[in-house]
DNA sequence: TGTTAGCACTCAGTTATTGCGAGTGCTAAT
DNA sequence: ATTAGCACTCGCAATAACTGAGTGCTAACA
């Protein structure tokens, strides 16, 4: 069912006047703000059309209405354009990124500050999975009695590390030839392909170090999985000023949703669509915690290979033009810092 | 000025329903709660002296009286006494802290998660501070063109890492060469005595592996002044069942406070009285945040020295004896855990 | 036929009024 | 010193009346 102009334009006012105010947007309000030149009556007309076709609904009789998420849908889809950002903006956001330090994890919380602070809602950025990069190099480094930090570092320079405690003690010099054994299995074959067999046929091992390196083995796979370590959020009380939080259950919510970062990892990773800036609103959530928010992701990429993603969470009358376009920027922004910075 | 028996024993009741009620608590209920078999009458008139005294206020005119913080303070320094927990209680936390894995960082979550739950209100845990404790071994491991990731490690096995970027490409093999030249450094000297004339008194170093040492120690000094890194907090959202955190701002106040790891962590370490388990009401609290806020606290040691510290935020209302004997056994658990954990 | 003015109607939210009840302070009797 | 009795206070819940922004419908109009 498409609609005429007409509705379409009162449609997108309704939405844009919502958006802002939080408030029913009643006719007589409507005729002044779009000037159409028609009467409250006629818009009333046009109203209840709109009511009909499930794009609207008045919260009691008598009080203005409110967009569906259909609208929004509606307005995401048809109406809306992701605009460039004014000059002004878009050059702070640039130097911003130019003087992040070198590391990576800084850069993912400079990224989530900016977004927070640019949209004025709760902004979530995953750093870079390792589980789709190959290992070039492993450290295992003692560090007391049979424990010790094993640190992985991939062909792109980004590295990860565990604790872990070994059957039998690990000192400095231990350490450095177990390093050193797994390196040299790391030249020719890809740490997820690395077997007990292919172990086994290195000759010019103890019985004892050998052992070791079979119960290390395991653990590196491990690191490259681990996904929900580096999910950086911020901006979380953003979302208090807006009138629908003032209710407690809802802050609830969304503090849970944002502590289980493993489902917030996997949300925000999985793309089915390809799109480059993706947008669920409401109940299009899988998850229940996010039934009552709208949520804007996109991802950014290194050699054409997604690494991670970022995006916005807000309510449903999120301001999506604005958002999309600062999602957008910052996208291009942060694929050109990451190449920078893990370039070989 | 010294309360009278009868008076304690009242102001003792008050406190105790209120904590339990959050409900102003008047003559007639406590006549009945406290079986010391005196009217309400009597009690109205001991009641009006307390409040002169300062240890009860009314919210009105007609209602009853609730505790001030000076009947909190009184009520923690004179009346309440730690107890020992439920032997039951004990062997669940005892049984929770052997199958924590050995690594650090999940131990501290773990402590965070028990405590939040044994007491309904919020927990903070703060990682060990490397800050007190010598390094005994350095890795430099190279990631990428210039930028390589520091590991110090301390006497008693405790790492930390950060990511930097040198003046010059560093390779695996120079990488480890840097390494064991600081290491060598690191068997007579403390790192934060290490200085430029002690580098420069080495011969066999080419100027670009002097120049390189000379950027990465200044590096490696900051990696254990460090402090925000490693706090742990859980059960926020416990707090917003008390009907005094159905108030928006004060849950947002609450937040700010919970992410400002700097602030928090200062606060904890910072034992001037020298006590085992410290409290901390309402405005005795220094950071603005925290005036409407109780937090109790205390800290875990190894050999003696003070390794970081852990507590509790709650309501000023908050049942000081139960949550002082929590973290008084926790305390002691987790010594143990640690020293077992990193014990040379 | 589409648009608009007019009018009766709806209903959330605010204000005013009232009554209730838990609590107090004071006084006089025990 | 303690307590029973009583008048008084005051927050709070319930009720009623009022307001105003908004609607749907009808009839008139271009």
Redesign the pocket.
């Known amino acids: 069912m498409e609609l005429n102009e007409?509705k379409k334009k009162i449609l997108e006012v309704i939405i844009r006047d919502y958006i802002n105010t939080a408030?029913?947007?009643?006719?007589?309000?409507?005729s002044k703000r779009c000037n159409l030149?028609?009467?409250?009556?006629?818009?009333?007309?046009e109203?209840?059309d709109l009511?009909d076709l499930g794009y609207l609904v008045?919260?009691?009789?008598?009080?203005?209405?409110i967009p569906t998420q259909k609208a929004y849908r509606y307005y995401v889809d048809e109406i809306m354009e992701i605009r460039k950002l004014e000059k002004m903006i878009r050059t702070d956001i640039h130097r911003g990124f130019l003087n992040t330090t070198t590391e990576l994890g800084s850069t993912m919380d400079h990224t989530a500050r900016v977004l927070s602070q640019l949209t004025n809602y709760t902004a979530v950025v995953l750093a870079p999975r390792v589980t789709n990069f190959n290992c070039r190099n492993v450290q295992i480094v003692s560090l007391i009695k049979n424990r010790v930090l094993m640190v992985v570092v991939t062909n792109e320079g980004m590295a990860k590390n565990i604790e872990v405690a070994l059957s039998q003690d690990v000192d400095n010099a231990l350490a450095l030839k177990l390093s050193n054994v797994i390196n040299g299995f790391l030249k020719n074959t890809n740490l997820s392909d690395l077997s007990s067999e292919l172990v086994d046929r290195i000759q010019e091992m103890t019985p004892e170090e050998s052992k070791l390196i079979h119960e290390i083995i395991p653990h590196l796979k491990k690191v490259l999985l681990d996904e929900d370590s580096e999910v950086h959020s911020t901006g979380l009380t953003n979302l208090f000023n807006y009138p629908e939080f003032s209710d407690v259950n809802k802050i609830k919510q969304l503090i849970n949703l944002v502590q289980e970062k493993q489902v917030l990892s996997e949300m925000m990773t999985n793309n089915n669509g390809n799109q480059v800036i993706r947008i669920k609103i409401g109940s299009e959530n899988d998850n229940e915690n996010l039934k009552d928010f709208s949520i804007i992701t996109s991802t950014y990429e290194l050699d054409g290979e997604m690494m991670g993603a970022f995006g916005v969470i807000g309510p449903t009358r999120m301001n999506y033009d604005n958002v999309s376009s600062v999602l957008n920027y910052i996208r291009n922004e942060l694929n050109l810092h990451i190449s920078n910075l893990l370039m070989k």
Chains 1, 2 share one sequence.
Do not use: Y
């Open positions: 007409r408030e029913p947007v009643g006719s007589r309000t409507l030149g028609i009467s409250p009556a006629t818009i009333r007309n109203m209840a009511e008045q919260p009691h009789t008598s009080s203005g209405r």
